[in-house]
């Protein structure tokens, strides 16, 4: 299974870093090694962000067969850091526990997700809301890249990310027209 994952494919996200919004699905790569479910994030000193996002499991035909809360962790000021030199993201993105994934539901278009942070909606996004759907994306990715069924794509944060402290409860909603259908929490170390 590869961890693929497209990045700015909300404008406010993009926006609300200062990142220009791109006329092209871009994407990158955690290793496998980073997966984790949700229990425990390790903040860093507060040098982790979190970033809620739809987890989009490939079946056949490369058409998305499952979906689940996920948590694209960034070790913030070393991305900054290697963004100001040109340098790739890997450092930043792609370090254990980075990718939190939770349980795998059914695939709906409709599905809407939000992340809590002690008690306090923080993110909240749907897939209609992205510049690209997810068949763009698997598309515009499958046109470069060897990815198979069995690969999972996260596909992009809403605005509203921020750092994450030890203490922190963090709990991921999903929701199917208004109605939750799967909660995830973690506890932050």
Sequence with gaps: ????????????????????IPQEPVFFLKSTACVSKFDKIETCGGDVHHEIELVLKLGPNLVPVQMALGLDLTKRSIQDRLKENGLPWAEAK??????????WQDFDARA????SINGDEIQRGSLM????????????????????????LFTGTPAGVGPLVAGDEVTASLYIDDVCINQQSAECV
Aim: glycine share 6%; charged share 20%.
């Design 112 to 115: 809407e997700y939000s992340l």
């Design 129 to 152: 809301q992205m510049s690209w759907t997810p068949r763009e994306l698997i598309d515009k990715l499958s046109s470069w890249a060897p990815i198979k069924e069995g690969d999972v």
């Design 94 to 103: 792609s370090f254990a526990g980075s990718a939190v994934i939770g349980d």
């Design 1 to 20: 299974m590869d961890v693929w994952c497209a990045i700015r494919t909300y404008p406010k996200h993009a926006q609300e870093l200062g990142n220009p």
